[in-house]
């Protein structure tokens, strides 16, 4: 097990900003592919970005490219995700995932079904 904890969801104004962080316990974090996904209501989970173990490669749908930024902290067992210009159709449970991989070698996972552990979710509201 992988325990991933979430936090700084919440309700704010479109335009607005926030940064939603994950933390890890008891693992080598390093030696995970860390992603974000989200799911709102009726809707399938959806990838949102994904960072590689060093930090060095991130990656991003469509939908968020040029608002949101992941990065990570290794030392404090982190992945954040800080978004900007927000919009109402941002609105969604966050949730962060990780997946054990290889030092290199490894391709990028975008697909739910790819990620072990996850964390519980974090809600995030923009407000119109």
């Known amino acids: 097990q992988v325990p991933l904890v979430e936090s700084g969801g919440g309700l704010v104004q479109a335009g607005g900003s926030l940064r939603l962080s994950c933390t890890a316990s008891r693992v080598a974090f390093s030696r995970y592919f860390m992603g974000w996904f989200r799911q709102a209501p009726g809707k399938e989970r959806e990838f949102v970005a994904a960072i590689n173990r060093s930090g060095g490669s991130s990656f991003y749908a469509d939908s968020v490219k040029g608002r949101f930024t992941i990065s990570r902290d290794n030392a404090k067992n982190t992945v954040y995700l800080q978004m900007n210009s927000l919009k109402p159709e941002d609105t969604a449970v966050y949730y962060c995932?990780?997946?054990?991989?290889?030092?290199?070698?490894?391709?990028?996972?975008?697909?739910?079904?790819?990620?072990?552990?996850w964390g519980q979710g974090t809600q995030v509201t923009v407000s119109s």
């Open positions: 995932a990780a997946e054990l991989v290889p030092l290199s070698g490894y391709r990028p996972y975008f697909a739910a079904s790819d990620y072990d552990y």
